[in-house]
């Protein structure tokens, strides 16, 4: 009983890493941006929030977790949105391919994040040594009344607040004007034009507003998933290919990706709580997040339904028509 | 009457051409205008400008009076204009209220009371649009309907719509001019683009004429008749001189039998077309644009599927007679027959933008070399030919060939068809945007084909070209085989005549010959 309520908090601390990387990337991808940097922006904002708050605690002398929260955050904000604003100046402005710009985006974020998560485990004392106690207790602070029920106990607010980032998205595209314009560049980027609607600016909005959230991913991974310090393990590279997956298995809906990312946390650390795996067939267990996309796209694709397949101008640049 | 818009001087060129020169259009309160010309007329351009697509280069716009300035088609609706344009402007996943509001900022964004506004906009006019219908689940007039459901719910007083009924059967056409009638009784402009000279007499008021980019006139359409404005559309026949000598000994190279081709919607694009062609002439055809002309050459070249009980020959050199339905389009060219395919985009089809001229001319060749490698020597030999006999402007045959001019494009696919010697040569659009010098090498390259006593058959859109470069003339309409003229006695208003009117399968005046 107590393994599975521990593999049902893993999951859901697990999923919320790729949920808020696939609610950015959501958001992004609606507007008809095929953002590959994920992984890339992940790791931007997870370094961002790792210097600010070492920086943070090591500066001042009685750290105050409400600062502490805050500097991260803004430097967790800052990195994912200059990751964001390069993707958006190469493809909608410049207009170059977008899954080359994702892939070296990708590249670049890892790389810079291993690196400066290098040079902090240096000024630290070591591999391993970075540790941010108040930072990151700050962010896995519980709700009151919601620790006495036992299976959620050590879920930290920002898991709630995923949630209701997850509804609050999921109103804005499909309730509001806004909503209803970001998925006509999306789908129609012409049409979209053509009724007045400013495509470059709903491209820029939402794929620097999709990094940002994506870049929350990253912090949720250092302040929670790792407690606070830095490994340059490729951990969350790997969580943020599993954040594009979830996009696909979501089906581009954002209140769909908050029981997706529970469900990928479930299949992929299952593998811990089986016992009688070896290390090579444990790693067959960790597939499952994916076979279960490919899955999910040969349904969705089997259906036909076009609401379900994602935006039609998805990873087209975008020209006006011009004779 | 009073004028709901007018517009004066006004000219637009793109590039080199000129599509609209100086033109004066005055639309008035509560009549349907008819705008009738041939392709390329600059009927479109005209309504584009109106409609905040293009700007124009001079020229001015009053509407209802005062003078505009329109940059966008939102300020086009901000002075009640609205254009229904022949491809959607819609989002297939939305629902036909979300189009509906899609983009207006003005008001507060609530589709139930959006849903209302358009059930009684329906109401007023016979619509019928089920509010709730996503766009990829209706048919085209459908989507159409909704287009014009979208232009009024923004306010629009002044109607445009081109070639409306280009994708509508009869019966949905019939419907479509119901409501452009309850919408005048209504007070509203409409402007209808078109080129069906039955539509015009049957819906519009009155009928604005353009040719070649200028204004030719107006007149009320119960003063005139199909033939009047048929004279004014293509106007008198202008002399080009181009080199044409009678065929020699012409031998038969094709024969189509009763050739039908439906589209991969389902649309009967060619019906029981029958013809010759000969070695040695070059066969004109002609007809307003999506006639069937592409699915013809594409038919005789291999790539569309016809219909059974199509039958096209090919009488080879050697005497030998083959079934050519069925052959992959390789082996049809293996056997002479060419498609030098020029569509709208040159690029588009038959040439790869980022190769270079050597390496286009391999496209077709290295299949012929043996092994698992390509020789290259050939092709740039080639190449060289081509760029020397035909002047070819680029800096070295390696550039790649999307960075050429237009016409020399042209040269090289052209050149590319004509080195492979072939026995039948299909061109279409061969001379589509190029300059006067660069068409009459084409022209004459044409024509020597001809002399050498390869069929050449030729799609064109200029009818004073097909009158003097061709020695007979097949007039598509609707895709049927109107009538096979001779282009040597025919006169431009017969041909415009039988592009727009089908006036049942007239005979060939050569097989009447022999």
Redesign the interface.
């Given at each position: 009983m107590t393994q599975i309520l521990s593999l049902i908090q893993s999951a859901i601390i697990f999923g919320t890493v790729i949920m808020f990387g696939a609610l950015g990337e959501i958001l992004t991808e609606k507007s008809g941006n095929l953002n590959l940097g994920v992984p890339g922006i992940m790791s931007l904002g997870a370094i961002g929030s790792l210097m600010g708050a070492f920086w943070y605690e090591q500066s001042a002398a009685a750290p105050v977790p409400v600062l502490c929260l805050l500097v991260s955050f803004a430097a967790a904000m800052l990195f994912s949105l200059a990751g964001g604003l390069i993707y958006s100046f190469i493809t909608i402005t410049l207009r170059a391919n977008q899954n080359v710009t994702g892939l070296t985006l990708t590249i670049f974020g890892c790389g810079f994040a291993n690196f400066f998560g290098g040079s902090l485990n240096k000024l630290a004392g070591g591999v391993g040594q970075i540790s941010l106690p108040i930072t990151s207790k700050a962010y896995r602070a519980v709700i009151p009344f919601l620790s006495n029920i036992p299976i959620i106990k050590n879920i930290g607010w920002l898991v709630y607040a995923g949630i209701i980032l997850a509804f609050v998205l999921q109103r804005w595209m499909f309730k509001?004007?806004a909503g209803?314009?970001l998925?006509?560049v999306g789908?129609?980027p012409?049409?979209?034009d053509?009724?007045?609607?400013n495509v470059i600016k709903y491209k820029y909005f939402s794929t620097c507003a999709g990094a940002m959230i994506s870049g929350l991913g990253g912090l949720f991974y250092i302040m929670d998933y790792i407690k606070g310090t830095w490994a340059s393990d490729g951990g969350i590279e790997a969580l943020g290919w599993l954040a594009v997956a979830l996009v696909i298995f979501a089906t581009w809906r954002p209140r769909s990706a908050i029981w997706g990312s529970y469900l990928f946390g479930l299949l992929s650390w299952m593998y811990y709580y089986i016992g009688g795996l070896t290390r090579s067939t444990s790693e067959l267990f960790k597939t499952l997040p994916y076979v279960v996309t490919i899955a999910v796209l040969i349904f969705v694709s089997l259906r036909r339904k076009?609401?379900n397949l994602g935006p039609?101008a998805l990873g087209l640049s975008y020209f006006r028509e011009e004779? | 009457m009073e004028y709901a818009v007018q517009m004066k001087n006004i000219s637009k060129s793109f590039g080199s051409i000129n599509a609209n020169s100086n033109v004066n259009i005055d639309i008035y309160k509560g009549e349907i205008l008819a705008l009738l010309g041939e392709n390329g007329s600059g009927k479109t351009t005209l309504m584009n400008i109106l409609s905040g697509i293009y700007y124009p280069d001079s020229g001015q716009i009053f509407v209802s009076g005062k003078e505009v300035s329109i940059s966008s088609p939102k300020e086009a609706f901000n002075h009640h204009i609205g254009m229904i344009h022949q491809h959607f402007k819609l989002v297939d996943v939305f629902s036909a209220v979300e189009n509906t509001v899609l983009g207006i900022e003005d008001e507060k964004f609530d589709l139930k009371a959006a849903t209302k506004r358009i059930e009684d906009i329906c109401g007023r006019y016979g619509f019928e649009v089920n509010p709730q219908q996503k766009v990829y689940d209706m048919s085209v007039s459908q989507k159409q309907t909704l287009e014009i459901v979208k232009a009024l719910y923004r306010g629009a007083d002044v109607l445009i719509l081109d070639e409306p009924t280009a994708v509508l059967t009869p019966q949905e056409t019939q419907r479509l001019f119901n409501v452009i009638r309850s919408m005048k009784a209504d007070g509203k402009s409409i402007v209808i683009i078109t080129h069906k000279l039955n539509e015009v007499m049957e819906i519009s008021d009155r009928v604005a004429v353009l040719r070649k980019g200028h204004y030719i006139g107006e007149v009320e359409t119960k003063d005139t008749d199909p033939q009047k404005l048929t004279d004014m559309m293509v106007g008198r026949a202008v002399s080009l001189n181009i080199r044409r000598t009678d065929p020699v000994n012409p031998v038969k190279r094709l024969e189509v039998n009763n050739l039908s081709v439906r589209n991969s919607e389902g649309v009967q694009v060619l019906k029981n077309i029958s013809f010759t062609a000969y070695g040695g002439e070059i066969l004109g055809i002609a007809g307003i644009s999506g006639c069937g002309q592409k699915e013809l050459l594409e038919s005789i070249a291999g790539l569309q599927k016809a219909e059974s009980g199509s039958s096209i020959k090919y009488y080879a050199p050697d005497g030998s007679v083959n079934e050519m339905i069925g052959l992959k389009p390789a082996e049809i060219m293996d056997m002479g027959v060419h498609l030098s395919f020029v569509p709208e985009d040159r690029l588009g089809m038959g040439l790869v933008g980022s190769m270079g001229m050597s390496d286009n001319m391999m496209l077709k060749s290295y299949r012929n070399s043996p092994g698992p490698f390509t020789d290259r020597s050939p092709s740039k030999k080639l190449a060289e030919t081509v760029k020397e006999e035909l002047e070819v402007m680029t800096p070295s045959i390696n550039t790649p060939v999307r960075k050429l001019s237009g016409g020399n494009v042209q040269k090289v696919l052209v050149g590319r068809e004509i080195s492979a010697v072939p026995t039948v040569l299909m061109t279409a659009y061969a001379v589509r945007g190029l300059d006067i010098n660069t068409s009459y090498t084409i022209y004459n390259l044409l024509a020597e084909q001809k002399e050498q006593g390869v069929a050449v058959i030729y799609v064109g859109e200029d009818l004073d070209v097909l009158i003097e470069l061709c020695d007979r003339i097949i007039v598509l309409c609707g895709g049927e085989l109107n009538d096979v003229v001779d282009a040597r006695t025919v006169s431009k208003e017969e041909i415009g005549y039988k592009m727009t009117y089908l006036t049942g399968r007239g005979s060939d005046p050569r097989e009447d010959k022999q």
């Amino acid at each position: 009983m107590t393994q599975i309520l521990s593999l049902i908090q893993s999951a859901i601390i697990f999923g919320t890493v790729i949920m808020f990387g696939a609610l950015g990337e959501i958001l992004t991808e609606k507007s008809g941006n095929l953002n590959l940097g994920v992984p890339g922006i992940m790791s931007l904002g997870a370094i961002g929030s790792l210097m600010g708050a070492f920086w943070y605690e090591q500066s001042a002398a009685a750290p105050v977790p409400v600062l502490c929260l805050l500097v991260s955050f803004a430097a967790a904000m800052l990195f994912s949105l200059a990751g964001g604003l390069i993707y958006s100046f190469i493809t909608i402005t410049l207009r170059a391919n977008q899954n080359v710009t994702g892939l070296t985006l990708t590249i670049f974020g890892c790389g810079f994040a291993n690196f400066f998560g290098g040079s902090l485990n240096k000024l630290a004392g070591g591999v391993g040594q970075i540790s941010l106690p108040i930072t990151s207790k700050a962010y896995r602070a519980v709700i009151p009344f919601l620790s006495n029920i036992p299976i959620i106990k050590n879920i930290g607010w920002l898991v709630y607040a995923g949630i209701i980032l997850a509804f609050v998205l999921q109103r804005w595209m499909f309730k509001s004007r806004a909503g209803l314009n970001l998925r006509a560049v999306g789908e129609n980027p012409a049409t979209a034009d053509a009724a007045g609607i400013n495509v470059i600016k709903y491209k820029y909005f939402s794929t620097c507003a999709g990094a940002m959230i994506s870049g929350l991913g990253g912090l949720f991974y250092i302040m929670d998933y790792i407690k606070g310090t830095w490994a340059s393990d490729g951990g969350i590279e790997a969580l943020g290919w599993l954040a594009v997956a979830l996009v696909i298995f979501a089906t581009w809906r954002p209140r769909s990706a908050i029981w997706g990312s529970y469900l990928f946390g479930l299949l992929s650390w299952m593998y811990y709580y089986i016992g009688g795996l070896t290390r090579s067939t444990s790693e067959l267990f960790k597939t499952l997040p994916y076979v279960v996309t490919i899955a999910v796209l040969i349904f969705v694709s089997l259906r036909r339904k076009k609401e379900n397949l994602g935006p039609s101008a998805l990873g087209l640049s975008y020209f006006r028509e011009e004779r | 009457m009073e004028y709901a818009v007018q517009m004066k001087n006004i000219s637009k060129s793109f590039g080199s051409i000129n599509a609209n020169s100086n033109v004066n259009i005055d639309i008035y309160k509560g009549e349907i205008l008819a705008l009738l010309g041939e392709n390329g007329s600059g009927k479109t351009t005209l309504m584009n400008i109106l409609s905040g697509i293009y700007y124009p280069d001079s020229g001015q716009i009053f509407v209802s009076g005062k003078e505009v300035s329109i940059s966008s088609p939102k300020e086009a609706f901000n002075h009640h204009i609205g254009m229904i344009h022949q491809h959607f402007k819609l989002v297939d996943v939305f629902s036909a209220v979300e189009n509906t509001v899609l983009g207006i900022e003005d008001e507060k964004f609530d589709l139930k009371a959006a849903t209302k506004r358009i059930e009684d906009i329906c109401g007023r006019y016979g619509f019928e649009v089920n509010p709730q219908q996503k766009v990829y689940d209706m048919s085209v007039s459908q989507k159409q309907t909704l287009e014009i459901v979208k232009a009024l719910y923004r306010g629009a007083d002044v109607l445009i719509l081109d070639e409306p009924t280009a994708v509508l059967t009869p019966q949905e056409t019939q419907r479509l001019f119901n409501v452009i009638r309850s919408m005048k009784a209504d007070g509203k402009s409409i402007v209808i683009i078109t080129h069906k000279l039955n539509e015009v007499m049957e819906i519009s008021d009155r009928v604005a004429v353009l040719r070649k980019g200028h204004y030719i006139g107006e007149v009320e359409t119960k003063d005139t008749d199909p033939q009047k404005l048929t004279d004014m559309m293509v106007g008198r026949a202008v002399s080009l001189n181009i080199r044409r000598t009678d065929p020699v000994n012409p031998v038969k190279r094709l024969e189509v039998n009763n050739l039908s081709v439906r589209n991969s919607e389902g649309v009967q694009v060619l019906k029981n077309i029958s013809f010759t062609a000969y070695g040695g002439e070059i066969l004109g055809i002609a007809g307003i644009s999506g006639c069937g002309q592409k699915e013809l050459l594409e038919s005789i070249a291999g790539l569309q599927k016809a219909e059974s009980g199509s039958s096209i020959k090919y009488y080879a050199p050697d005497g030998s007679v083959n079934e050519m339905i069925g052959l992959k389009p390789a082996e049809i060219m293996d056997m002479g027959v060419h498609l030098s395919f020029v569509p709208e985009d040159r690029l588009g089809m038959g040439l790869v933008g980022s190769m270079g001229m050597s390496d286009n001319m391999m496209l077709k060749s290295y299949r012929n070399s043996p092994g698992p490698f390509t020789d290259r020597s050939p092709s740039k030999k080639l190449a060289e030919t081509v760029k020397e006999e035909l002047e070819v402007m680029t800096p070295s045959i390696n550039t790649p060939v999307r960075k050429l001019s237009g016409g020399n494009v042209q040269k090289v696919l052209v050149g590319r068809e004509i080195s492979a010697v072939p026995t039948v040569l299909m061109t279409a659009y061969a001379v589509r945007g190029l300059d006067i010098n660069t068409s009459y090498t084409i022209y004459n390259l044409l024509a020597e084909q001809k002399e050498q006593g390869v069929a050449v058959i030729y799609v064109g859109e200029d009818l004073d070209v097909l009158i003097e470069l061709c020695d007979r003339i097949i007039v598509l309409c609707g895709g049927e085989l109107n009538d096979v003229v001779d282009a040597r006695t025919v006169s431009k208003e017969e041909i415009g005549y039988k592009m727009t009117y089908l006036t049942g399968r007239g005979s060939d005046p050569r097989e009447d010959k022999q």
